[in-house]
């Protein structure tokens, strides 16, 4: 299965972008690149998903590398609420995969 | 609420004890998942459903034992638990496994401790 590379954490400032990046240099052609999130004391929620253009949401946006090799999930504007653990998963288009959960980036939200 | 709901939230069990973990989901969807997430360490999957049949089992011990009666509902009976199964559990569902398109909404888990 390809894998995905994030930090373990990271801080940003209330009110401010938050970048947080994904490396997954072993993407295959039919692999979507899905973010979660689960805030403290609840499971995880999908956040958005993307293949190969940028996409966005009311969420987030997610600015894929035009190699695939690396996403970039983007908060416009960080809230307290946003701090969690962010996952970035690949899936396969059509084959058996179920989402295995890595370590994440936990993100730290400084008022 | 996430369309997913699984009760009891919070659950204190003796190691002697049978207990069950109920999910419920409304959303049309045809497979659902167990997870358990132990203090400081990843998800890990342990039981997937797709119409019904598991389809999948990560070698989870025996005294875990899921039930799914329909596509709506999902169990996990536990029995003989160890102190260290202590975990939050979680349910999960989505369209269909083998959709690598869909997400999957999860529930809130059951905070499980075992005295």
């Known amino acids: 299965d390809a894998k995905t590379t994030q930090p373990n954490s990271m801080e940003s400032n209330e009110e401010e972008p938050v970048h947080l990046p994904c490396n997954h240099s072993?993407?295959?052609?039919?692999?979507?690149i899905h973010w979660y999130r689960q805030l403290p004391s609840q499971g995880p929620e999908y956040v958005i998903h993307g293949l190969t253009s940028n996409v966005n949401n009311r969420m987030a946006s997610l600015a894929i590398a035009e190699d695939r090799k690396s996403s970039t999930l983007i908060l416009h504007r960080a809230t307290l609420r946003d701090a969690a653990v962010y996952y970035c998963i690949l899936r396969d288009l059509g084959r058996d995969d179920k989402i295995i959960f890595g370590k994440g980036t936990r993100l730290h939200i400084l008022p | 609420e996430t369309g997913v709901t699984q009760t009891p939230r919070h659950l204190v069990m003796g190691m002697t004890n049978k207990k069950s973990l109920k999910c419920e989901q409304h959303l049309g969807h045809n497979a659902m998942y167990w997870y358990k997430q132990s203090a400081k360490k990843p998800l890990e999957l342990m039981f997937v459903y797709n119409f019904k049949e598991q389809t999948e089992n990560n070698s989870v011990p025996s005294r875990f034992s899921p039930e799914c009666p329909n596509s709506s509902h999902l169990f996990l009976h536990l029995h003989t638990l160890q102190p260290e199964d202590s975990a939050l559990y979680l349910c999960?569902?989505?369209?269909?496994?083998?959709?690598?398109?869909?997400?999957?909404?999860f529930g809130s888990g059951t905070r499980l401790t075992v005295v």
């Open positions: 999960a569902s989505s369209q269909g496994s083998g959709q690598g398109i869909y997400g999957y909404t």
């Open positions: 072993t993407i295959s052609g039919t692999d979507y």
